[in-house]
């Protein structure tokens, strides 16, 4: 069955960096785009990145747009999420998803 195994995730400081891996399994990764979303204590999730299925192509939202970066490595069936800059409001639990399924999340804390 499909399985999306997020990584990375911890607390580091304002201005500090961290770098998202989501390890995809059951389904040919290369055939389908995908997503990181993000929520917040009592937030809805949202949206934070996208990517095509050939990576030629990704979008952000507006409040990480030239901070976050996606990309994928079609060959390692994995995606990730370079986030530069983090800001306290970039806290969350950050999920990884392709359409029909979910990772279980990982932790963000961004604090001094």
């Known amino acids: 069955q499909v399985q999306l195994v997020e990584s990375g995730g911890g607390l580091v400081q304002p201005g500090g960096s961290l770098r998202l891996s989501c390890a995809a399994s059951g389904f040919t990764f290369s055939n389908y785009a995908m997503s990181w979303y993000r929520q917040a204590p009592g937030k809805e999730r949202e949206l934070v990145a996208q990517?095509?299925?050939?990576?030629?192509?990704?979008g952000y939202t507006s409040s990480v747009k030239g901070r976050f970066t996606i990309s994928r490595d079609n060959a390692k069936n994995t995606v990730y999420l370079q986030m530069n800059s983090l800001k306290p409001e970039d806290t969350a639990v950050y999920y990884c998803h392709t359409p029909g399924s979910w990772g279980q999340g990982t932790q963000v804390t961004v604090s001094s």
């Open positions: 990517i095509t299925s050939t990576g030629r192509s990704t």
